[in-house]
């Protein structure tokens, strides 16, 4: 999944994700719906209908094409929409609230989980730590069912 991110000098469109080849239609238009609106509540059940599938099969169809699930693609697009703030200036507590996060833990949560470290240690530069330590104060450490939850 490293490849799913962008370094600074990358431009910020979304391409589905370790995926060489174009989507089906169905699962295109869920795509164009998640790209431009992934700040906003997306449920699966508007993705579906969007797809013209039901829930069960577009879920299916979608992590067959794209090997992961329309959730945790809303999940890379808005860390992804995150990265581009952050190094624009904006406070992660901004930041959260622009791509769709409740709040600067949920971000914080999201963020370390796909990157492995904090938006702090991201800002600050390549060479920081990719430590889960919080030693920056950016955001809380993880808690144990959050742990639970990556395995």
Same mark, same amino acid.
Do not use: K, W
């Given at each position: 999944? %490293?490849?799913? $991110?962008?370094?600074?000098? #990358?431009?910020?469109s979304?391409?589905?994700?370790g +995926?060489a080849? /174009?989507?089906?239609?169905?699962?295109?238009? &869920?795509l =164009?719906?998640? @790209?431009?609106?992934?700040?906003? !509540?997306?449920?699966? #059940?508007?993705?579906?209908?969007v797809a013209?599938?039901?829930?069960s099969? $577009?879920a *299916?169809?979608f992590?067959? @094409?794209?090997?992961?699930s329309?959730?945790?693609?809303?999940?890379l697009?808005?860390v992804r929409? *995150?990265?581009?703030l952050?190094r624009?200036?904006?406070? !992660?507590?901004?930041?959260?609230t622009e791509?769709g996060?409740?709040?600067?833990?949920?971000?914080c949560?999201?963020? =370390?989980?796909?990157?492995g470290?904090?938006p702090?240690?991201? +800002?600050?530069?390549?060479? %920081?730590?990719?430590?889960n330590?919080?030693?920056?104060g /950016?955001c809380?450490?993880?808690? #144990? *069912?959050?742990?639970? &939850?990556?395995?």
């Open positions: 999944m %490293a490849d799913v $991110f962008h370094s600074a000098g #990358e431009p910020a979304i391409r589905p994700f +995926v080849q /174009s989507v089906s239609h169905a699962v295109g238009g &869920a =164009r719906i998640i @790209e431009t609106s992934y700040a906003q !509540p997306l449920s699966i #059940e508007a993705l579906a209908t013209g599938l039901s829930v099969r $577009f *299916a169809r992590r067959s @094409e794209l090997g992961v329309p959730h945790r693609y809303l999940c697009v808005r929409r *995150a990265q581009d952050l624009a200036g904006l406070p !992660p507590s901004v930041v959260a791509v996060f409740f709040d600067q833990s949920h971000l949560r999201h963020f =370390r989980r796909v990157l470290r904090t702090r240690d991201y +800002v600050d530069g390549p060479n %920081a730590a990719r430590s330590s919080t030693s920056s /950016s809380p450490g993880p808690r #144990e *069912a959050d742990t639970l &939850a990556l395995r």
